[in-house]
């Protein structure tokens, strides 16, 4: 299998119930190795910069003033598989319909504020990384 990288975002619901620790090992507990990481808070600007994918949605304006409401942490998984496991651990976008055991399931309120993001694809999470990490920036 291949080794990929890809975009983690744990958001400001999940900085604020203080489950960063908790989130992260179980991306270490998968075998993901984190290569870059900082902790941050978006600007309304940063936050619409990166979700401009859904920019016509109904609920663009609430996911990105949630997004820059509070400090966020994102970091750049690697591994094998690694979009795929990242997305197995957080589990559905909706909590109400995640499995067992997934983050979102086990931590998140609602499909707005669902704890964390992953990219959905190879070419998502290259243009997600970059958004946010030079390549300097990405440890070897
Ligand atoms: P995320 O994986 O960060 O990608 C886009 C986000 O939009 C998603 O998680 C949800 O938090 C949010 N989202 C998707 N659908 C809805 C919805 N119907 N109502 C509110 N927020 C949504």
Do not use: W
């Not at 651990?89 to 909706?94: F, K, N």
């Not at 067992?100 to 609602?110: P, W, Y």
């Amino acid at each position: 299998m291949a080794i990929e990288r890809t975009l983690s975002i744990i958001k400001p619901d999940g900085v604020k119930k203080n489950a960063i620790g908790n989130i992260l090992n179980r991306f270490e507990k998968a075998g993901l190795r984190i290569k870059a990481m900082k902790l941050v808070q978006l600007s309304m600007a940063e936050a619409q910069g990166f979700y401009a994918v859904h920019k016509a949605r109904p609920f663009f304006g609430e996911l990105c003033e949630f997004m820059a409401s509070g400090p966020v942490v994102i970091s750049v998984l690697e591994g094998e598989n690694a979009i795929n496991k990242n997305r197995e651990l957080m589990g559905a976008t909706d909590p109400a319909k995640a499995d067992a055991g997934t983050i979102r399931k086990d931590l998140a309120n609602s499909i707005g504020e669902n704890t964390v993001h992953g990219s959905d694809g190879a070419d998502t999470a290259k243009t997600e990384i970059a958004y946010f990490f030079a390549e300097t920036e990405l440890v070897n």
